[in-house]
C-alpha cells in the first residue's frame, strides 16, 4: 500500500476521555473483582478439598465447566491479543490472523475428547508430570525447564508488555501519584506487582472466579469497540478514507461516500484480486478480508493452514500449562469437556472483537500509528545522529512515509559497514529497502569471519507505523465519559487475569516438577502441602521480578510485533513436546529416554533453521519442519527397538472420567461452523 507522505505526516490530537467518575469506577471494578475471586477462591465447598497443594495449584479439582470455559478464555484472551494480534491485522495480514482462534475452536475439540481423557486419568498436577509415568524422571525434568524458561520469558513478559503498552499509549502525558503512566516501564511494573499479589494470594480458583467476570467482560468490551468503530468509519471523511484502501482495491471515494458502514470496509479491506494473486505469490497485499495468504509469506503461508499453524494451537490449548491447569482442575471428565466446548464456541467470536477492530484502527487512524512510530523513531534516530557505529534496518512503509530519511540511513550504513550498496535518489521505497537488505546480509556475512569486537552490530528497525498501538489507539480515541471505565476495566483484568493464571502454572511447575523432586531426593520424604504452597508463592515473586525486567525490551521492532515474537520462540519447544506427548498417548512400545531426545532434536533444529540454515523460512513452516523431523526419529526408533513391554499409566480415582455425550455433539455443531466461516472469508 503506498500512502501520500504529506498525508500521513499530519497526526490526530491525543485525546484521553478519563474523568474522574470513569477513573473512580476502573478502580472500584478492577479492585473489587479481585477480590471477589480471592473470596471465592478461599471459601470452603462442601465435598471438595480446597486445603494444601490441590487446592492452591489445582483449585481442589472443583472447578465446573461454566468456570473452565471462562477460565480458558480470560486466560487465552489478554493484551497479547488485544494488541499483537490487532496490531498484524492493522499492518497487512489483515483477517489471516483470524486462523489463530479459528482453528483453535477445532483443535479444542480435539484436546476435549483425546487429550484430556489420558492427563486426567493420571490424576496429574502438571503437563511435563505426565512425562515421567510414560517417559522417565529425566524426560520430565527436562520438559519443565524448558517450558519454565519459555513461558517466564515469553508469555509472561509479553502479556505484561502488551498490557503496559495499553496504559502508556491511552494515557500518554499523564500521571497518578508521581507515577508517569506513558511510560512504558513504568506500566510493566504496575501490571506485574498487581498480577503478583493477586496470584500469591488467591492460587487458581480466585483466578478462575475472576476470569468469569473477566471473560464476559472482555468480549463485551471488544463488542462495544468494535461497535463504535464502525460507527466512525461510516461518519469518517472519504477522502482520507481512500487513502488507507489495499493495493488492489478499485474503490474510489464515490464509491465510499454513499456506502453503508460495513460497504466500506469491504471497499478499503478486500483487494478484489486478492485470492488469485495470493495464491500465486504475487501480492502480499491482495487484501485484510482473504484468510489466505501468498506461500512466501513471512508469517502465515498457505501452506502453514495445512500443518504448521495446528502445531502451536496444539500444543498451547493441549499441552500448555497455563492453559491445561484449569482442565485439570475440572470436577470431572464431563464437566471439563463441557467446559472445552463451551471455550471453542467463544472463540468463534473472538476474531470480529479482535482482528476486525484492528483493520478498523489502520482505516480510521493511520495518523496516529504514523505519530506512534515517528516518536519511537526519534531515540533511534537520535543514537544514529551521534555517529555510532552501527547499521539500521527499516521497513518500506518508513520509506514511504519519510522518503528523506530513509535515504540518509542507507546513506549512513553504507558508510558505516564500507559496502558498495546504493539507491538512486529517486529509487522507490521498495527498492530502498532491497538496498538496505543486500547491505545488512552482506554485514552478517562479513561478521561471521570477524571477531566479535569488530562486528557491526545492528540498531533498532525503523517503522512507518506502530502497528502494536492499533487496539489502545482505538480505545483512545473512540471511548466516551461513563464507558471508558468498563472497557478498561476489563482489558485490564484480563490482563492482570492472563499473567496471574501464567504465574501460577509457573510456579506450580517450579514446586511441583522441580523442588518436590529434589527434595524428596535430599531428604528421603515428601516435602509438606505448606512447603509445597510457600514454594509456589516464592516462585510466583522470582518469576514476575523477572519477567518484568524483560518486559520493556519487547517493544523493539526487531521482533517483529509481539505476537509474532510469542508464536515464534514458543516453536523452540512447541513441536517436539506435541510430538512425545502423540507418541506417549498412542504408541505405548516408545522407548523411554525418547521423550528428552525427542525435545531436544526439536530446540536444536529449530535454532538452526533460525539461525543458519533457513533464516528467511516462516517460522509455522520452521515448526512443520521440526515437527516432521521429530516425528519421523520417534516412528524409526519405536520400529527398530521397541520397548519389550508396553508402558502402563495410572489411573486416578480422584474424579468421575465418564466422557459427555452432549459435549460431544456441540463440539461437531462447532467444528461445521468454523469451517463455513474459512469458506466465507478464504
Given at each position: ?222 463488542a462495544m469497540v468494535m461497535w463504535l ?112 466446548v463451551f471455550a471453542a464456541g467463544l ?336
Amino acid at each position: 500500500m503506498h500512502l501520500p507522505a504529506i498525508l500521513l505526516a499530519q497526526t490526530s490530537p491525543v485525546t484521553v476521555v478519563m474523568g474522574p467518575l470513569d477513573m473512580t469506577l476502573f478502580f472500584v471494578a478492577v479492585i473489587g473483582v479481585i477480590a471477589f475471586g480471592i473470596w471465592q477462591g478461599n471459601k470452603e465447598t462442601k465435598g471438595v478439598d480446597h486445603g494444601g497443594a490441590a487446592g492452591y495449584f489445582l483449585a481442589g479439582r472443583g472447578l465446573t465447566w461454566w468456570l473452565v470455559g471462562f477460565s480458558l478464555i480470560a486466560a487465552n484472551i489478554s493484551t497479547e491479543q488485544f494488541v499483537g494480534m490487532s496490531g498484524k491485522a492493522a499492518d497487512w495480514l489483515g483477517m489471516a490472523i483470524a486462523s489463530y482462534e479459528w482453528m483453535a475452536a477445532i483443535t479444542l475439540v480435539v484436546v476435549a475428547f483425546v487429550f484430556l481423557p489420558k492427563l486426567l486419568r493420571c490424576g496429574i498436577y502438571t503437563i511435563p508430570e505426565f512425562l515421567e509415568y510414560r517417559y522417565g524422571v529425566f524426560s520430565r525434568t527436562v520438559m519443565a525447564i524448558a517450558t519454565l524458561v519459555i513461558l517466564v520469558g515469553v508469555p509472561t513478559a509479553s502479556v505484561i508488555y502488551s498490557g503496559a503498552k495499553v496504559v502508556s499509549v491511552f494515557f500518554a502525558g499523564h500521571a497518578v501519584l508521581g507515577l508517569d503512566l506513558g511510560n512504558l516501564t513504568t506500566g510493566c511494573w504496575i501490571i506485574g506487582i498487581s498480577a503478583a499479589v493477586y496470584v500469591f494470594v488467591g492460587g487458581l480458583k480466585a483466578c478462575a472466579w475472576t476470569d468469569l467476570i473477566w471473560g464476559t467482560s472482555l468480549i463485551l468490551g471488544g463488542a462495544m469497540v468494535m461497535w463504535l468503530a464502525f460507527a466512525a468509519l461510516r461518519a469518517a471523511d472519504p477522502a482520507e478514507l481512500i487513502q488507507t484502501k489495499v493495493a488492489n482495491s478499485q474503490a474510489t471515494v464515490e464509491d465510499l461516500q454513499s456506502a453503508s458502514a460495513w460497504e466500506r470496509f469491504k471497499l478499503l479491506n478486500d483487494g478484489r484480486d486478492g485470492e488469485a494473486a495470493a495464491l500465486n505469490g504475487e501480492n502480499l497485499s491482495g487484501g485484510k478480508l482473504h484468510m489466505v495468504r501468498p506461500k512466501e509469506d513471512p508469517e502465515i503461508p498457505w501452506t502453514a493452514l495445512i500443518i504448521g499453524l495446528w502445531i502451536p494451537n496444539f500444543f498451547y490449548w493441549g499441552l500448555n500449562q497455563y492453559i491445561v491447569q484449569r482442565t485439570l482442575g475440572s470436577k470431572s471428565l464431563a464437566e471439563g469437556q463441557k467446559g472445552i466446548v463451551f471455550a471453542a464456541g467463544l472463540k468463534l467470536i473472538i476474531p470480529f472483537v479482535v482482528v476486525i477492530p484492528g483493520i478498523l484502527a489502520f482505516n480510521l487512524y493511520s495518523k496516529d500509528l504514523r505519530r506512534e512510530a515517528v516518536r519511537k523513531n526519534a531515540v533511534t534516530l537520535e543514537e544514529m545522529g551521534r555517529a555510532t557505529d552501527k547499521v539500521y534496518p527499516f521497513t518500506e512503509n518508513f520509506a514511504e512515509t519519510d522518503p528523506a530519511k530513509a535515504r540518509e540511513v542507507l546513506a549512513h550504513n553504507v558508510a558505516v559497514s564500507k559496502q558498495a550498496v546504493t539507491a538512486g535518489p529517486d529509487a522507490t521505497p521498495g527498492v530502498m529497502v532491497e538496498a538496505n537488505t543486500k547491505l545488512l546480509d552482506a554485514v552478517v556475512a562479513a561478521n561471521s569471519h570477524l571477531p566479535a569486537a569488530e562486528q557491526i552490530a545492528a540498531g533498532t528497525k525503523l517503522i512507518g507505523y506502530d502497528y502494536d498501538s492499533a487496539f489502545p489507539t482505538l480505545l483512545r480515541n473512540l471511548l466516551k465519559p461513563g464507558i471508558t471505565w468498563f472497557v478498561l476495566a476489563a482489558i485490564f483484568g484480563a490482563v492482570v487475569s492472563s499473567l496471574a493464571s501464567m504465574l501460577n502454572s509457573a510456579s506450580t511447575i517450579a514446586t511441583m516438577d522441580i523442588v518436590a523432586k529434589v527434595g524428596r531426593k535430599m531428604t528421603h520424604t515428601e516435602l509438606s502441602q505448606n512447603q509445597l504452597i510457600i514454594s509456589g508463592r516464592v516462585f510466583v515473586v522470582l518469576f514476575v521480578l523477572i519477567a518484568c525486567l524483560i518486559a520493556p525490551g519487547l517493544g523493539d521492532p526487531k521482533f517483529g510485533g509481539i505476537f509474532t515474537f510469542i508464536q515464534e520462540f514458543q516453536g523452540f519447544i512447541s513441536a517436539g513436546i506435541l510430538s512425545v506427548y502423540l507418541f506417549g498417548f498412542l504408541v505405548p512400545r516408545t522407548p523411554r529416554y525418547m521423550g528428552w531426545v525427542g525435545i531436544m532434536i526439536n530446540v536444536v533444529l529449530y535454532g538452526a533453521l533460525k539461525w543458519y540454515l533457513l533464516p528467511e523460512m516462516a517460522f509455522l513452516n520452521r515448526m512443520a519442519v521440526c515437527f516432521g523431523v521429530v516425528m519421523a526419529t520417534l516412528a524409526i526408533v519405536t520400529l527398530v527397538k521397541p520397548l519389550r513391554q508396553p508402558v502402563v499409566m495410572p489411573t486416578t480415582d480422584l474424579i468421575a472420567l465418564e466422557s459427555s455425550k452432549g459435549a460431544k455433539i456441540w463440539g461437531m455443531v462447532i467444528v461445521l461452523i468454523t469451517l463455513l466461516l474459512y469458506v466465507v472469508f478464504w
